[in-house]
């Protein structure tokens, strides 16, 4: 008897035949964590710790399957049993652990880390329900707890707890693991997870994410990014990230404890990677630590910080640099309030004449950005064109004293969760065509030779319309939505952020949907799909979804376009959605305002599934464009350069007028307040959208508004070309393998970890 069927008996008193999907999700569930617990955990002197506020893993039944070898017999004993792995894993729940890009990021990070037989784990903290599940009532976002923890998880409690004090009270954490496989690898890491017992969901008000901030004792792991648009959330974040990096810190010390290290020498034995500014506080906590617990003096416990943290820095938006005012922190913690003034006398003395790169500010904020930089030996950006602007522009004078710590690690994607989880079908193709080593060293490029061999055109064809009839399969099930047959895909999912420039799609949406109401009717249907979450307090944002909304319930009601045009807002966007999305894409949208995009990861999961980019030379784009070459790209808009400098002389936004009044935009602007919207939307918000880009248009969605109408024409013409078309992918698929997470994380244990 297979383990499985034993594992049905145990459980459900049934044959593996008679159970419901969500039973054998359990039998699964509990066979591969066996499989997991009763393999080695990684070891090794040195250890790497990647702190991170977000770990967005997805689902993990089909990865974790794949990474263990195990996929095949599994799928052949469930389809000997009448069921299908597929049909299995919609049982499953995501975990609600994070939210965009610096989430998804971490987890392929930790696919990647364990896959290279890498001694490292996560660590993070275990929200209890994420950001929030989406819905969408009266074309409005709204919010509602998005509770996993109820479900069959993946999750393991473990005996490890510490203290954790705060100015009003300690707690003692929780922690929680979830295992990490690597590909091939007879060990693997973990994900590690802290949280608090008291925690409860009573407090969130009904049918809402309206809890009692104050109550921290019940609210310290209820939501990732609670709102902190007003004084008691700014000092609920506070209150997270010192019990995520406190924990951590306790962590991390112990174990190089228990392998024989005297803590001066802490950097031996660990690596510790902060994803961003929000585990920042770990500086100030290791000074903490080592000067209350461990007899060190302040400026012998920095000389041992200083070779031991290295800094990822994930934006070069000024907003998204935290800066905390020391307040809030004397309010939270205040022995930790105390050694930020400490740090900030130290860059004092070392620097007295640049105002620029002091930690504390004229208002009394505390840069957290320049604490993680001082006081790290790395700080590394994430794009060749976002490290550039954070050395010239936005960083300079960082770069300027500490020039050899700043250097680039384009970030990549794992293979194993973009393609051989979610495209089965293109990795049996690759893997006939050019066997399987691409999925251990992620080299695609052979398959460029079959760029003139029909069978494969017509194979990749074949797959495209497979997985949009999954798309149409999920988007029915999920929210009751009916794609149009045979139609052009066409997707921009990313959150919800006026730089991304969600609105500039929406007004070309107008302009699309008024040339059809004139009569010139597109060759091949067209559907245009966006997902993303908006923060709760971003009104414009939620403003951007509500136009959304309103333009697809529009079109939907009108008989002579919506033949032709299709919109859809996906609702509560996640791993799984992103999954369906990406690989039925012909067209993937990367339309950010150049130089305001770190990176990007969604354009490395379109272009490695065979969409082709439409961009700007903005974050990746630029080195997916290098590598496809512009025949196979469709790039628009102004260039970085030029777009810095407008916000250095201030030129567009002086002349903004002048663009709104072109002939071309005005329309399409004003057509936001027209009867026709009004008629479905609210009022407020769509004038209030209509004002902001008209008198603000603060991430330029005009500049580059009749250059994107051009290039999107273009591309819609060239579609109907399917050989042509279908070349171009094959070409930018073949050129995805540089993407891969595998290379992002052995260029930084070559150049930072040294593990």
Same mark, same amino acid.
């Given at each position: 008897m297979h383990a499985l069927e034993q594992h049905a008996k145990e459980l459900f008193k049934k044959d593996l035949a008679n159970l419901s999907d969500a039973e054998t999700?359990?039998?699964?569930?509990?066979?591969?964590?066996?499989?997991?617990? !009763?393999?080695?955990?990684?070891?090794?002197?040195?250890?790497?710790?990647?702190?991170?506020?977000?770990?967005?893993?997805?689902?993990?039944?089909?990865?974790?399957?794949?990474?263990?070898?195990?996929?095949?017999?599994?799928?052949?004993?469930?389809?000997?049993?009448?069921?299908?792995?597929?049909?299995?894993?919609?049982?499953?729940?995501?975990?609600?652990?994070?939210?965009?890009?610096?989430?998804?990021?971490?987890?392929?990070?930790?696919?990647?880390?364990?896959?290279?037989?890498?001694?490292?784990d996560g660590i993070g903290l275990n929200y209890h329900f994420g950001l929030f599940r989406q819905v969408f009532r009266d074309n409005q976002q709204a919010s509602v707890p998005d509770e996993w923890l109820n479900h069959p998880n993946w999750l393991v409690k473990t005996e490890t707890s510490y203290e954790i004090p705060f100015r009003h009270f300690n707690f003692k954490s929780s922690l929680y693991e979830i295992e990490i496989p690597g590909f091939e690898q007879k060990a693997h890491n973990r994900l590690r997870l802290f949280?608090?017992?008291?925690?409860?969901?009573?407090?969130? *008000?009904?049918?809402?994410?309206?809890?009692?901030?104050?109550?921290?004792?019940? !609210?310290?792991?209820?939501?990732?990014?609670?709102?902190?648009?007003?004084?008691?959330?700014?000092?609920?974040? /506070?209150?997270?990230?010192?019990?995520?990096?406190?924990?951590?810190?306790?962590?991390? /010390?112990?174990?190089?404890?228990?392998?024989?290290?005297?803590?001066?020498?802490?950097?031996?034995?660990?690596? %510790?990677?902060?994803?961003?500014?929000?585990?920042?506080?770990?500086?100030?906590?290791?000074?903490?630590l080592l000067t209350t617990y461990h007899g060190f003096e302040f400026k012998e416990a920095l000389a041992v910080i200083e070779k031991t943290v290295a800094f990822t820095n994930h934006t070069i938006l000024a907003e998204a640099l935290e800066k905390w005012p020391m307040a809030y922190i004397d309010e939270v913690v205040p022995e930790i309030a105390k050694i930020i003034r400490q740090l900030d006398e130290e860059i004092r003395s070392r620097y007295p004449d640049k105002e620029a790169v002091q930690i504390i500010d004229q208002d009394d904020r505390a840069h957290?950005?320049?604490?993680?930089?001082?006081?790290?030996?790395?700080?590394?950006?994430?794009?060749?064109?976002?490290?550039?602007?954070?050395?010239?522009?936005?960083?300079?004078?960082?770069?300027?004293?500490?020039?050899?710590?700043?250097?680039?690690?384009?970030?990549?994607?794992?293979?194993?969760?973009?393609?051989?989880?979610?495209?089965? *079908?293109?990795?049996?193709?690759?893997?006939?065509?050019?066997?399987?080593?691409?999925?251990?060293?992620?080299?695609?490029?052979?398959?460029?030779?079959?760029?003139?061999?029909?069978?494969?055109?017509?194979?990749?064809?074949?797959?495209?319309?497979?997985?949009?009839?999954?798309?149409?399969?999920?988007?029915?099930?999920?929210?009751?939505?009916?794609?149009h047959d045979n139609a052009i895909i066409d997707v921009q999912i990313k959150r919800l952020h006026e730089y991304k420039r969600q609105q500039m799609l929406a007004l070309y949406i107008i302009h699309k949907y008024l040339d059809i109401k004139a009569g010139n009717l597109p060759s091949t249907p067209i559907t245009i799909l966006f997902g993303g979450k908006a923060a709760p307090a971003y009104t414009i944002a939620q403003d951007i979804i509500h136009l959304i909304l309103c333009l697809s319930e529009l079109i939907a009601k009108d008989p002579e376009v919506s033949p032709y045009l299709q919109v859809i807002m996906v609702e509560n966007y996640n791993v799984t959605s992103a999954e369906k999305l990406i690989t039925?894409?012909? /067209?993937?949208?990367?339309?950010?305002?150049?130089?305001?995009?770190?990176?990007g990861t969604?354009?490395?999961?379109?272009?490695?599934?065979?969409?082709?980019?439409?961009?700007?030379?903005?974050?990746?784009?630029?080195?997916?464009?290098?590598?496809?070459?512009?025949?196979?790209?469709?790039?628009?808009?102004?260039?970085?350069?030029t777009i810095v400098k407008l916000y250095e002389t201030g030129d567009y936004h002086r002349h903004l007028a002048d663009y709104y009044h072109r002939e071309r935009i005005k329309p399409l602007v004003d057509f936001i307040v027209s009867d026709e919207l009004?008629?479905?939307?609210?009022?407020?918000?769509?004038?209030?959208?209509?004002?902001?880009?008209?008198?603000?248009?603060?991430?330029?969605?005009?500049?580059?508004?009749?250059?994107?109408?051009?290039?999107?024409?273009? %591309?819609?013409a060239d579609y109907e070309d399917q050989e042509s078309w279908t070349k171009k992918a094959l070409i930018n698929i073949a050129q995805a393998g540089y993407f891969s997470s595998d290379r992002t994380i052995q260029d930084y244990n070559q150049d930072i970890w040294k593990i």
């Amino acid at each position: 008897m297979h383990a499985l069927e034993q594992h049905a008996k145990e459980l459900f008193k049934k044959d593996l035949a008679n159970l419901s999907d969500a039973e054998t999700y359990k039998v699964l569930l509990d066979y591969v964590q066996e499989q997991m617990i !009763n393999s080695p955990v990684n070891q090794g002197k040195k250890k790497l710790y990647y702190i991170s506020a977000e770990f967005l893993v997805g689902k993990l039944l089909t990865t974790n399957l794949i990474n263990l070898g195990l996929y095949d017999e599994v799928s052949q004993v469930l389809e000997a049993n009448g069921k299908s792995l597929h049909d299995v894993e919609k049982a499953e729940t995501e975990p609600s652990l994070g939210n965009g890009g610096l989430g998804r990021l971490a987890a392929c990070f930790l696919d990647s880390i364990a896959s290279l037989g890498i001694n490292g784990d996560g660590i993070g903290l275990n929200y209890h329900f994420g950001l929030f599940r989406q819905v969408f009532r009266d074309n409005q976002q709204a919010s509602v707890p998005d509770e996993w923890l109820n479900h069959p998880n993946w999750l393991v409690k473990t005996e490890t707890s510490y203290e954790i004090p705060f100015r009003h009270f300690n707690f003692k954490s929780s922690l929680y693991e979830i295992e990490i496989p690597g590909f091939e690898q007879k060990a693997h890491n973990r994900l590690r997870l802290f949280d608090l017992e008291s925690v409860t969901s009573d407090i969130i *008000e009904a049918d809402s994410i309206n809890f009692d901030k104050m109550n921290i004792p019940q !609210n310290l792991t209820l939501f990732l990014y609670p709102d902190d648009s007003d004084y008691v959330g700014n000092l609920l974040r /506070i209150y997270q990230q010192y019990f995520m990096v406190s924990n951590a810190a306790q962590l991390i /010390i112990e174990e190089a404890k228990a392998k024989g290290s005297d803590l001066h020498d802490l950097y031996d034995y660990a690596v %510790v990677q902060i994803n961003d500014t929000h585990p920042a506080f770990i500086i100030p906590e290791f000074v903490r630590l080592l000067t209350t617990y461990h007899g060190f003096e302040f400026k012998e416990a920095l000389a041992v910080i200083e070779k031991t943290v290295a800094f990822t820095n994930h934006t070069i938006l000024a907003e998204a640099l935290e800066k905390w005012p020391m307040a809030y922190i004397d309010e939270v913690v205040p022995e930790i309030a105390k050694i930020i003034r400490q740090l900030d006398e130290e860059i004092r003395s070392r620097y007295p004449d640049k105002e620029a790169v002091q930690i504390i500010d004229q208002d009394d904020r505390a840069h957290m950005a320049h604490i993680a930089i001082h006081f790290s030996f790395s700080t590394n950006g994430v794009a060749k064109l976002h490290t550039e602007i954070l050395k010239n522009s936005e960083l300079k004078p960082f770069y300027e004293l500490y020039p050899d710590k700043f250097n680039n690690k384009t970030n990549g994607i794992s293979f194993r969760r973009w393609i051989m989880a979610a495209n089965p *079908e293109l990795t049996q193709l690759l893997d006939e065509k050019i066997g399987q080593d691409w999925h251990k060293d992620a080299d695609l490029t052979a398959f460029e030779k079959e760029i003139d061999q029909a069978d494969s055109l017509k194979r990749l064809q074949e797959i495209k319309h497979h997985n949009k009839l999954q798309l149409q399969e999920y988007l029915s099930d999920q929210q009751g939505v009916q794609l149009h047959d045979n139609a052009i895909i066409d997707v921009q999912i990313k959150r919800l952020h006026e730089y991304k420039r969600q609105q500039m799609l929406a007004l070309y949406i107008i302009h699309k949907y008024l040339d059809i109401k004139a009569g010139n009717l597109p060759s091949t249907p067209i559907t245009i799909l966006f997902g993303g979450k908006a923060a709760p307090a971003y009104t414009i944002a939620q403003d951007i979804i509500h136009l959304i909304l309103c333009l697809s319930e529009l079109i939907a009601k009108d008989p002579e376009v919506s033949p032709y045009l299709q919109v859809i807002m996906v609702e509560n966007y996640n791993v799984t959605s992103a999954e369906k999305l990406i690989t039925a894409a012909d /067209i993937s949208e990367q339309i950010s305002l150049a130089s305001k995009e770190a990176s990007g990861t969604g354009n490395m999961k379109f272009m490695l599934n065979g969409a082709l980019t439409i961009c700007t030379l903005d974050g990746a784009n630029v080195e997916i464009a290098e590598r496809v070459g512009e025949d196979n790209i469709y790039i628009f808009g102004q260039d970085s350069e030029t777009i810095v400098k407008l916000y250095e002389t201030g030129d567009y936004h002086r002349h903004l007028a002048d663009y709104y009044h072109r002939e071309r935009i005005k329309p399409l602007v004003d057509f936001i307040v027209s009867d026709e919207l009004l008629a479905l939307g609210q009022h407020d918000r769509l004038y209030r959208l209509h004002e902001d880009i008209k008198y603000k248009d603060w991430f330029m969605a005009l500049i580059d508004l009749e250059e994107f109408i051009d290039v999107k024409e273009k %591309v819609y013409a060239d579609y109907e070309d399917q050989e042509s078309w279908t070349k171009k992918a094959l070409i930018n698929i073949a050129q995805a393998g540089y993407f891969s997470s595998d290379r992002t994380i052995q260029d930084y244990n070559q150049d930072i970890w040294k593990i």
